[in-house]
Nanobody, 123 residues
């Protein structure tokens, strides 16, 4: 089960931090990450964190602005979003699965387990 929170409305240039509480996460050989979907657009990978390597992967459009982290003790994945842009608007959804091959880490179709999402609106 994945439960997201932290979305909201913010002005361009602002910041938000999203949280995803996950139950049953298999630390060994798994990835967990954030994906987003804007109206009329396909879902895209934003930031993914894989364990046990603890390597983060970022979509090109968010590199340098977003940071993904995993708190093992709280079973929570965070997404710190800074310098938000209007084009960051969308439904942000947390997903997890057995770690795919590196080239596929940011591909939504590689993940079977999804949360309900939290809306982010940047104006």
């Amino acid at each position: 089960q994945l439960v997201e929170s932290g979305g909201g409305s913010v002005q361009a240039g602002g910041s938000l931090r999203l949280s995803c509480v996950v139950s049953g996460y298999k630390y060994a050989g798994s990835c967990i990450g954030w994906f987003r979907q804007a109206p009329g657009q396909e879902r895209e990978g934003v930031a993914v964190f894989c364990t046990p390597s603890r390597n983060p992967f970022y979509g090109d459009s968010v590199k340098g602005r977003f940071t993904v982290s995993l708190d093992n003790n709280r079973n929570t994945l965070y997404l710190q979003m800074n310098d938000l842009k209007v084009e960051d608007t969308g439904m942000y959804v947390c997903a997890t699965d057995t770690a795919p091959k590196v080239p596929d880490v940011l591909k939504p179709q590689r993940y079977r387990y999804w949360g309900q999402g939290t809306q982010v609106t940047v104006s």
